[in-house]
Structure formats: C-alpha cells, structure tokens
C-alpha cells in the first residue's frame, strides 16, 4: 500500500516524459528534376534527427501538370497520407483551401528575412499558404572552352548571335567527328516547362505574357508570332529533332554528356554540371538568355515552396519540417547545389558564392524575371497554361505557325475567361 503514490508517481512522470518526446511521423512528397528529392530526404533526416521525428520521404513525378494531378487527386480525396507538399510557386491560389494557415505555426516573423514578392505569392487571402523554398530562373548554359576554340569572346547576348554560333561549333564539332553534336538544347515537350520557354522568347520579342495582368488576352500579336516562328527553325537545324519531346532533363542529358553547345535550364543543372564524374566540370558558364530584336532579355520566374496539408494529422511537426528546411543554413547547403534561396541573405554568403558564383551576378536576372500568368487567370491557370504550350508546340512541330496557331488560341482563351478567371 506505501507504495502506491511512488507507482503512481512513476506512472505520471513516464506519460510526462513519453508525450514531451512524443515522436510523429511526418510524410513529404518533394522532388522535380535532377537531385531534389535525394537532397530532400538528406535534409528531411536532419530534421527528424534534431527533433526525435520520424520522416518519410515520398518521391515526385517529374512533370509539373503530372504532379499537380496527383496532389488534386490527394487533397480532393482529403487524404492525410502525407504531411508537407512540395509545390510550385504558381500553384499557391489553385490549392489554397487544401493547406493549413501557417501564420497559425510557425515562429513570429518567421517569414521577414524572405523575399517579400515571394512570401505574398504563398499568401492567399491573409492565409501562408507555404513557405517559399527556392526560386527558379530561366538561363543560357554556355561551352566556354568551344566558345574559346570558335574565337567567340563572350556568350550571345541575341537570339540571333546564338543561332550563328550554334550552327558554327555544331558543324564544327560534327566535322571533327561528333556526329551526335547540336547547337542548342531547351525543353520543347508540350508541357509547363514549354511555357516557361515559349514565354521566355515571346516576352524578349516584347510580344508580352500571354494574359495582361488586368486579365486582356495579349497573346495574338506579330512580336509573339515571330518569336514562336524563330523557335520553330531551330528543330531540325541547330536543334535536335527530338527537342519537341524534351523535358528539362533529356536537355542536360545531351548537354551534360559534352553534346551541345548551349543548354537553356534553371539552375539545378549548374551544381549537377560540375560534379566528380561530370565530362563538361569546369567547362561552362552561366549567363542572361538572349535578347529579343529590340534588346529585351527574358528569364520566366519559378520556383517552389513547402505546403502543410489542411488534413494532416501531425500539422504542428509538419509545420517544424517546413522551418527547418527553409531555415537559412539549410538553405545556404541548398544553395551551393543550384537552389536559389528564398532570404536575400544567402545571395551574400561568402561559402555559398565561392561554389556558386552565378548567383550572385545573375541576382538582377532573379529579381527581374517575368511571371506567368498565375495571379490574374488564378485557378484557370492550368487550362490557359496548357493551351498555351500546345498552340507553341503545334507551331514547333510544324503543324502551323506563329500567326495562325496564336490566332487560334486567342479564341480557345476567351472560352476559358468566359467561365470565369
Ligand atoms: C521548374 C520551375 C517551375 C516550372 C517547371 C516547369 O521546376 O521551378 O516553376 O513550372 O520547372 O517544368
């Protein structure tokens, strides 16, 4: 009987301890290109080893549009399978009412050290939607030991200049014997990565950016036509047949194997270009796209951030998974491997620029990069996107042109903005 109160003693202060280490499992879906979602899971761990959680990494879909399907089906379906998404930056509005308000968790002021266009893209009506992770810019790869041996000084800063020398080191490079040698590599597939290309040439010909913020259809113009027209002439000649079914990866295959001259990707392809056992480490450089017939260069704005889900049953542990890998010296380790970070911080951090030098130079090409049409067309964004890249493709494909293809397009966007954006 004396022992009694001890036991129940004992009993409260092993509950006390057990729920003080409570551990959750916290599942997150990341990953698109390259490394992420190993780089991911190395960093999850982290995490899960700082705090006594358990995370499982779940990996993505590569495709953008295939990997938003899948989130809809998810959260649709108010699925708690998994904890933190990975989403991009022009999805924040479309899955708004699906993610926690993480205002609700994460340290006051929190998000002060990031960007602030970044931190009001994740914000929906007051609520954070996600924290921004990394951002994304549209660049030129460039040959800088093919360059020297052509007796080019510099990369090109037109469209026009860089189809000159990618014909030239092409024929070059084939007369020398590499019969798989192009010019120039890009993402052609008729999917969101085309849109992001396709938006690149047309807004560098000033042929604007498809919708107009205040919601005018702009698209059908001579500027974007002649842009499309140029892209078209490409495939085939300074570019592989095969481009129209690229994805940004089939790019850096050709273009990391040592077979092409310039490469157009986001700058996860900078760190994966470099490493041990890469055949073109050390031998290129990164720099602004070309510029269109009146001097104007583009780079599309991307990027991604990290979403709790509304039906997660470990929010507050999911939400600290979010902290933690956005935090600044995650984001500094990110960072040397080609993610440009979300705190403005990181862009002055000694260690990172002596990796990844571009970062710093290119910052203007960052802070100036032109958005898609996400904010004014909101969740009809995907339909207006996917028309878009399929009218690009039909003319990169040769089953129209410029003028025609955008003229068509025209129509099939106000049948989109007649059911509402
Ligand atoms: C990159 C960009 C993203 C874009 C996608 C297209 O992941 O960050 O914004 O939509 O590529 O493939």
Redesign the pocket.
């Known amino acids: 009987m004396t022992l009694r109160p001890l036991t129940l003693f004992v009993a409260a202060a092993t509950l006390l301890f057990a729920s003080a280490h409570a551990q959750s499992t916290v599942r997150i879906i990341c990953g698109?290109?390259g490394d992420q979602t190993e780089l991911c899971r190395q960093q999850a761990e982290m995490w899960a080893a700082e705090t006594g959680n358990r995370v499982e990494v779940l990996p993505s879909v590569p495709?953008?549009d295939d990997r938003l399907a899948i989130y809809q089906q998810q959260l649709t379906a108010g699925s708690s399978e998994i904890d933190v998404y990975q989403i991009?930056?022009?999805w924040p509005a479309l899955l708004a009412d699906f993610f926690a308000d993480l205002n609700e968790f994460l340290p006051a002021g929190y998000t002060d050290e990031f960007f602030p266009g970044m931190i009001q893209n994740d914000t929906v009506d007051g609520r954070l939607i996600s924290v921004p992770w990394?951002?994304?810019a549209g660049l030129l790869y460039f040959r800088t030991d093919l360059l020297e041996a052509y007796g080019f000084n510099g990369p090109p800063t037109t469209w026009v200049e860089l189809e000159q020398m990618a014909a030239e080191i092409q024929a070059g490079e084939r007369a020398a014997g590499n019969a798989s040698f192009w010019g120039f590599v890009w993402?052609g597939a008729p999917?969101?990565?085309l849109?992001?290309d396709a938006l690149e040439w047309i807004y560098s010909f000033e042929g604007g950016t498809i919708v107009a913020p205040d919601g005018t259809i702009t698209v059908n113009n001579e500027a974007a036509a002649a842009a499309l027209d140029m892209a078209a002439a490409w495939v085939g000649t300074i570019s592989p047949p095969g481009v129209t079914g690229y994805?940004?990866e089939d790019s850096r295959g050709i273009w990391q194997a040592g077979n092409a001259a310039f490469m157009r990707n986001?700058p996860y392809a900078y760190a994966l270009g470099n490493s041990d056992d890469s055949p073109i480490r050390d031998l290129f450089d990164v720099t602004v796209l070309p510029a269109g017939p009146t001097g104007m260069n583009a780079a599309?704005?991307?990027?991604?951030s990290l979403a709790v889900s509304r039906f997660s049953n470990n929010a507050e542990a999911a939400a600290d998974l979010v902290r933690f890998l956005t935090s600044y010296d995650v984001q500094a380790d990110r960072a040397k491997r080609g993610y440009n970070p979300s705190r403005p911080a990181v862009y002055e951090d000694e260690a990172v620029l002596e990796v990844v030098p571009f970062m710093g130079a290119l910052f203007p090409v960052f802070a100036n990069a032109v958005q898609?049409p996400t904010t004014i067309t909101a969740e009809a964004y995907p339909r207006v996107s996917q028309a878009f890249w399929s009218a690009s493709h039909a003319v990169l494909t040769g089953q129209s042109d410029g003028a025609t293809a955008l003229s068509q397009l025209e129509r099939q966007l106000e049948q989109i903005r007649g059911r509402g954006w």
């Open positions: 698109s290109v495709g953008s991009e930056n022009i990394y951002g994304d993402q999917y969101e990565g849109t992001c994805r940004e986001w599309t704005f991307g990027g991604h898609r």
